[in-house]
């Protein structure tokens, strides 16, 4: 459990909390076993305060003994991070972070039961619950998905945030495991998969974005609008209010900047007229961008992005590759299965026409350096020579 994002007071809380979680790793830093009044004393903080977040010593000193350095190697790994891109950066901290948690099952379960008998323990004296948790995934999750961040809303920040961490964490591997009945390497596929699809490269035939806000008057609809307005671009009207306050809606519209497409309707608790249906479906129509005709190709373990010109095999993180090994892979990928020959692949990568010899010589070099920037090492795997005729891209096993 988290502490609202209504509540006013959720940051001093978690500071408190985190306090008190530091001031008990400083003791037994110096060899103390601190309880939790010590701990408080240390933190300068209220036993009664303290007591509420850690109602036993076993729950506080699992925290700071277990989790918190269990975890660490997260922490090295995001302040290590350097790619640019949000997708590979959510992939390694899931990766990072999932394999802690499924080798440290029973502590992670262990530290679960401890926040659960916490919650429940407040819940029966009539308390409100504090912070259980130090919040270390939306932390991090912020960290890991900068780089998506500038373009979006509040709210969809929120949501995307909110959705991937569902795809980490011992929550996580107690759904694929307990409830899934998946082993750990299944399991852990099944989360990557997810963080993809949910992800800021999430596949748009996959996922769609939408984000609505509703207003019942113009104070309200210029607050959203100023606070939407990087994102907005249709603004359903009631056909009234626009009637009677056209100059207000136009002046709101010019003082944000932003001209959406605006749809009139009538107002009303009974379904939508059947025009005002059609004209919302014809605006919609018009402001969702086409599907990319660049759709990413994928052969068994293999996935191609032509968007970015990038690949992966096997492994979370992408490789960018040169423009020549790009275009090779490429071309193998659109006849893959099929035999590709020398010629043809020098007409379709470097566009010219040339000698088989010369062909074939060229191809050698760049076949070699492609597999190696895809970690192929045995020899046929994927990319495969046909001796005396080109080269073949195919799945092993023809999956």
């Known amino acids: 459990m988290t502490v ?27 060899g103390a076993t601190p309880s939790v009044a010590e701990a408080a004393e240390e933190a300068k903080v209220s036993r009664a305060t303290a007591y509420r977040y850690f109602p036993t010593p076993e729950d506080l000193l699992l925290e700071v ?28 901290l899931q990766e990072t ?29 009539g308390e409100e619950a504090p912070p259980l948790r130090e919040g270390r995934r939306m932390r991090w999750l912020d960290t890991a998905l900068a780089p998506a961040k500038r373009g979006m809303s509040r709210q969809q920040w929120q949501r995307l945030q909110g959705a991937l961490a569902l795809t980490l ?30 992800g800021p490269s999430g596949d748009p ?34 056909r009234v209010l626009l009637e009677r ?35 919302v479906a014809a605006a919609l129509f018009l402001i969702r961008p086409k599907r990319p005709n660049d759709k990413r190709i994928r052969i068994g373990e293999l996935m191609i992005d032509p968007h970015r010109r990038r690949a992966r095999l096997k492994k979370p993180r992408w490789v960018s590759l040169p423009p020549v090994q790009y275009q090779l892979l490429f071309v193998l990928a659109q006849h893959a299965g099929k035999v590709v020959g020398y010629q043809q692949l020098l ?19 760049h076949i070699r350096l492609l597999r190696r920037k895809l970690g192929l090492t045995a020899q046929g795997e994927y990319i495969k020579s046909v001796r005396g005729h080109g080269y073949m891209l195919d799945a092993p096993n023809g999956k």
Not at 65 to 92: N, Y
Not at 170 to 198: F, P, Q, S, Y
Not at 207 to 236: K, M, P, S
Not at 263 to 277: E, L, M, N
Request: net charge neutral.
């Open 4 to 30: 609202s994002p209504n509540d006013p007071r959720a940051n001093q809380k978690q500071r408190t909390r985190a306090a008190i979680v530091e001031a008990a790793a400083r003791l037994l830093r110096i």
């Open 65 to 92: 003994a277990s989790i918190t350095p269990a975890m660490a190697p997260v922490e090295a790994m995001l302040a290590e991070l350097k790619s640019g891109d949000a997708e590979e950066r959510l992939l390694t």
């Open 97 to 125: 972070s999932n394999s802690i948690v499924f080798a440290e099952e029973a502590q992670m379960r262990m530290a679960l039961r401890a926040y659960l008998d916490t919650w429940l323990s407040s819940g029966r004296q």
């Open 169 to 198: 964490g011992v929550e996580a591997m107690i759904v694929m495991k307990d409830v899934c009945r998946l082993k750990d390497e299944e399991a852990r596929d099944v989360l990557r998969w997810a963080a993809r699809l949910l």
């Open 205 to 238: 035939d996959d996922v769609v974005h939408d984000v609505f806000l509703v207003a019942n008057d113009l104070i309200t609809a210029t607050r959203l609008l100023i606070e939407e307005q990087q994102q907005l671009e249709l603004l359903i009207v009631d």
């Open 245 to 279: 306050q056209p100059r207000a809606l136009l002046n709101m519209l010019r003082d944000t900047g932003h001209w959406p497409v605006i749809v009139p309707i009538k107002s009303s608790p009974q379904r939508p007229t059947v025009a005002d249906r059609k004209r």
């Open 347 to 365: 007409r379709e990568v470097w566009g010219y026409d040339g000698s088989q010899s010369e062909a074939q010589n060229l191809l050698k070099a």
